[in-house]
């Protein structure tokens, strides 16, 4: 029931900035960081990409995409990924810096292979994630933030988005 709430939100918000003339930018993005999953030692390099709509100053609508990890335990390779929609919010710091909040949803998917067979298992729960943007200019910025996939994970990642 949420998640139709959740999508039924969204849908909502992206018809009314569309129907309002010159009131967003759409904006695309390449990010790379590293995950941590609680009770595994070490970091692991996480890269993805994303797309969005600024529906006003200080809300936009993203969707994207992203490796979390990719990690061996006791000789299983496993490969974790991240498809997410989400609200962010904005709140302009002056200086051409901002600072931005994530609420969102998504999906992680694992797959793994033990001696040629494969396995796959995937979930799905909210995202939630805090960052700070700085605007280079008008059509380019970078941004760092933290995320929470899932409740025993965490991502830091650095940015770069262009906006068209």
């Known amino acids: 029931m949420l998640r139709k709430i959740f999508v039924a939100a969204i849908a909502s918000c992206t018809m009314n900035a569309f129907a309002a003339d010159n009131q967003g930018n759409f904006y695309a993005g390449l990010d790379a960081g590293s995950s941590k999953i609680n009770d595994l030692s070490g970091r692991m390099g996480s890269v993805g990409g994303f ?67 494969r396995g796959s298992a995937s979930d799905s729960g909210s995202l939630f994630g805090i960052g700070f943007a700085y605007n280079v200019n008008t059509n380019f910025s970078v941004r760092l933030e933290a995320q929470r996939p899932a409740k025993d994970m965490t991502n830091f990642s650095a940015a770069m988005i262009w906006k068209f």
Do not use: C, H, P
Not at 62 to 88: H, K, M, P, W
């Open 51 to 117: 797309i969005g709509y600024q529906m006003t100053k200080s809300l936009s609508v993203e969707g994207g995409y992203r490796r979390l990890a990719t990690l061996e335990l006791l000789g299983v390779d496993a490969n974790l990924t991240q498809s997410a929609i989400s609200l962010i919010g904005t709140t302009d710091l002056g200086n051409n810096f901002d600072f931005f909040g994530r609420v969102g949803y998504n999906k992680i998917a694992a797959s793994a292979e033990y001696s040629g067979r």
